[in-house]
């Protein structure tokens, strides 16, 4: 466990490397294509492929601040893997968010309210839309720019703090750096939800920017926290077979994940019922569209595909994991765990794909004035080199951070408690 | 079983140390012992397991009370929205499963609670106001800094004298006698 010799897997770094710069360069050369011919869809791949990890990512750096700040007995074994992690959030936000968000193209094709020469369902355009002009304190591109590179700034800062002095530890084994960690992540965890919150107004809500929900936030950091421990769950589940969690990991840290997936699916659940359930009592059509056009072809009035993606994410995101997560012993049995995990990881790009692709067009054809995108789409496959190919780089960071770094955090205070820990 | 038995709770051991206790649980379990049980002054973690104990069924009575709320609130809200007193409010439907869903799921978490707390007073035989082992002196100190196992009477492994010996054996330091 010394950092003179780092585990035989941290050594495949550079083949994630070099396959997530193929990808990216593949991603973007479609995504160029693409809005050259008045098309947007390859582009939000790029979008929905970063903020697949985007959101891991804040969820991992939420847990790594939580568990700090609660001083969380059981963690410190499992925070490290985190804390290797998250350097790659200001990393994916760099090479996938900042990109589309600061070239022209990009940005007026996905946000259509950058674009004033935009047609809305009705044939006027963005830059004749009152409802735009009310909102243009915040939607305007300045402050959208500026907004995009805090984000980058914050939760750059706060990785790199939380792994400094984290790291900083192990040589010195000095129990200081416990107390300033304490004090970091305080501070970290009312900016990092700021933060957040923010980040999904703009990167998800404002791409149908009449809509708005209040409770978007806090939906997008239940979605966080679900798919970074089912990551976690994956991940040190691999690492205990062949990797540095080789026979530390056992059955009471499954459990404690298993807990707090069960907690974080029946969070989700309500704060995705609660948003659906205010706007549905309220029925202000500004508010009810967007689940319209996510529940009714209009043209036909019958159930979209959009109806089944919805059906899907409350039977098989919520009512499958919740189901399964109630029984003891998927909590402990590392196969049972590790399967509900894999459903949770596909219900969250499911969910994802549910709020970023449906949008309505203008289609002047139709008597509604607009037709909307549809799910099945051979750009899926899109979607998916795009998770995989920022996945790349996220484990090529993983691993050569743990590759110059304790794998195991020898000096922390409560490494012990963690590696004894028990039910 | 003999005459002289029936009159007896079971007999009671003291231990001094956790891991002494630990291992004569162990011992106990795996001469197959049912009735018994081990009274310590704070948790021991791997009791559950040195002891042989089954999971608890409350989780059981738990779901069976969730079920049972969320039912009692679908016909909570038919009955009453739908088909004593049809009334349309906001443009809903009578009865469907999205707006009463607050009441759905606050009856759920109201009777699933009720499962919980009235299944762990029926599976601990609660109320009960009086116990054999609180005329023991010695169970006093199983608070403070004392172990004990208790074999019962009732079990069919239950003979006072080879009870008696067997706790011996497992290194227990006071041995009494409990009577009913």
Redesign the interface.
């Known amino acids: 466990m010394s950092s003179s010799s780092p585990h035989a897997l941290t050594a495949h770094w550079k083949k994630f490397l070099a396959a997530g710069v193929v990808a990216m360069a593949v991603l973007w050369y479609f995504a160029c294509v693409g809005v050259a011919h008045h098309e947007n869809r390859q582009a939000l791949s790029i979008l929905v492929g970063s903020l697949f990890w985007i959101s891991i990512l804040i969820g991992m750096l939420m847990l790594t601040m939580i568990t700090r700040v609660f001083d969380a007995g059981w963690a410190p074994l499992v925070r490290r893997n985190w804390e290797h992690l998250i350097i790659a959030l200001p990393v994916v936000i760099l090479l996938g968010v900042v990109p589309l968000a600061f070239s022209t193209g990009f940005r007026h094709a996905l946000w259509d309210w950058t674009n004033a020469e935009h047609l809305l369902p009705g044939g006027h355009t963005v830059g004749h839309d009152p409802i735009l002009q009310a909102k243009s304190w915040f939607l305007n591109e300045k402050f959208f720019l500026i907004r995009i590179s805090l984000y980058v700034l914050v939760f750059g800062a706060l990785v790199t703090l939380l792994r400094r002095w984290s790291f900083a530890q192990d040589t010195d084994r000095t129990a200081g750096h416990t107390h300033r960690l304490h004090a970091v992540s305080a501070v970290g965890i009312p900016l990092s939800a700021v933060t957040l919150t923010m980040l999904a107004f703009d990167c998800l809500m404002a791409l149908s920017y009449h809509w708005f929900s209040t409770m978007y936030g806090v939906w997008f950091f239940a979605l966080s926290i679900r798919l970074a421990l089912a990551v976690t769950v994956i991940l040190t589940y691999k690492l205990s077979n062949g990797g540095w969690l080789d026979g530390l990991l056992n059955q009471a840290h499954r459990h404690v994940l298993g807990c707090l997936m069960l907690a974080f699916t029946v969070f989700w659940a309500y704060i995705s ?1 609660s948003q ?2 205010l706007i ?2 309220a ?1 202000i059509p500004e508010e009810t569209f967007w689940y319209n056009i996510r529940e009714i072809d209009a043209a036909t009035g019958l159930k979209s595909e959009w109806w089944s993606v919805s059906m899907y994410l409350i039977f098989g995101f919520f009512l499958l994991p919740f189901l399964s997560l ?1 029984f ?1 012993r998927t909590k402990i049995v590392a196969g049972r765990l590790l399967t509900v995990a894999w459903i949770i990881v596909m219900g969250g790009l499911v969910d994802l794909w549910f709020n970023a692709l449906p949008r309505q067009v203008y289609d002047k054809s139709t008597p509604e004035g607009f037709v909307v995108t549809p799910f099945l789409t051979s750009s899926l496959f899109l979607d998916l080199l795009a998770i995989a190919g920022f996945g790349a780089i996220v484990f090529a960071l993983f691993l050569s951070s743990a590759a110059k770094n304790e794998t195991i955090p020898v000096h922390d205070p409560r490494i012990l408690e963690s590696i004894n820990y ?2 | 079983m003999n005459e002289r038995n029936e009159r007896i709770h079971g007999v009671a051991c003291t231990f001094r140390k956790v891991s002494d206790v630990f291992h004569a649980a162990e011992k106990v379990r795996d001469a197959g012992w049912k009735n018994w049980d081990v009274h310590t002054p704070f948790p021991i973690h791997g009791m559950d397991q040195a002891m042989g104990l089954p999971r608890s069924p409350v989780p059981r009575l738990t779901l069976l009370g969730g079920l049972t709320g969320f039912t009692t609130g679908c016909l909570l809200t038919w009955y009453m929205n739908s088909y004593d007193y049809p009334l349309i409010v906001g443009g809903k439907p009578y009865w469907s499963v999205i707006f009463p869903f607050p009441v759905l799921y606050e009856c759920t978490i109201l009777f699933a609670a009720f499962g919980t707390f009235f299944g762990q007073f029926i599976f601990n035989r609660l109320p009960r106001h009086n116990h054999p082992l609180f005329d023991l002196p010695s169970f006093a100190r199983v608070s403070d800094d004392t172990f004990m196992i208790v074999l019962e009477a009732r079990d069919p492994q239950f003979h006072l004298d080879e009870s008696r010996n067997f706790l011996q054996s497992l290194g227990g330091q006071e041995i009494t006698v409990i009577r009913d």
Do not use: R, S
């Open positions: 019922f659906y359930f549905y009592t029925n109630l003891y028990h039910e």
